[in-house]
């Protein structure tokens, strides 16, 4: 994941439309760095960890809204040669529609939302710390363990 990360960057997309205009390369770059600001414009906000980067009704919640539902649209209009669909495809439809609708549901009532709070993170990061201290547990050190990490 982290190779995803560092491809779809700002510093990347930066980078082609500078090599565009400082080295005439092809015009066909900055629709590959925009798409590249979009992926990662979708990734910060499907994984916002502070009130900044949240959907709220005060951080231009329809802004955000918008961002999310053009992911959402290009990558529903988007085939293969076959003109079918890649199984990554509906992962960001789903994911999509899924905090639009959650969003919808919860801000009235919250001032944000943050979704790292609702990944898989938080599940990974106590693996983990149980993987660190003994990288094949037995059930029975799983459990131990499991008791250890969560009182620390």
């Known amino acids: 994941m982290s190779y995803a990360l560092h491809l779809f960057?700002?510093?990347v997309s930066s980078r082609l439309?500078?090599?565009?205009?400082?080295?005439?390369?092809?015009?066909e770059n900055e629709t590959t760095a925009?798409?590249?600001?979009?992926?990662?414009t979708w990734f910060d906000l499907m994984s916002s960890h502070s009130p900044?980067?949240?959907l709220s009704l005060?951080?231009?919640?329809?802004h955000h809204n918008a961002q999310l539902k053009t992911v959402a649209r290009i990558i529903r209009s988007s085939f293969d040669e076959r003109n079918?669909?890649?199984?990554?495809?509906?992962?960001i439809q789903l994911s999509t529609a899924s905090v639009l609708s959650l969003a919808e549901t919860i801000l009235?009532?919250?001032?944000?939302?943050?979704?790292?709070?609702?990944?898989?993170?938080?599940?990974?990061?106590?693996?983990?710390?149980?993987?660190?201290?003994s990288p094949t547990?037995?059930?029975?050190?799983?459990?131990?363990?499991?008791?250890?990490?969560?009182?620390?």
């Open 84 to 91: 079918s669909w890649k199984p990554l495809q509906t992962e």
């Open 34 to 40: 925009w798409f590249i600001d979009l992926i990662n």
């Open 108 to 133: 009235p009532s919250q001032n944000f939302l943050l979704m790292s709070r609702r990944t898989h993170d938080c599940l990974e990061n106590v693996f983990s710390c149980i993987r660190s201290r």
């Open 52 to 54: 900044v980067m949240a």
């Open 17 to 27: 439309r500078y090599l565009m205009h400082a080295e005439d390369r092809p015009k």
């Open 137 to 152: 547990p037995s059930p029975r050190e799983f459990k131990s363990l499991i008791k250890l990490v969560s009182v620390s």
């Open 58 to 62: 005060k951080n231009k919640i329809a």
């Open 9 to 11: 960057s700002r510093a």
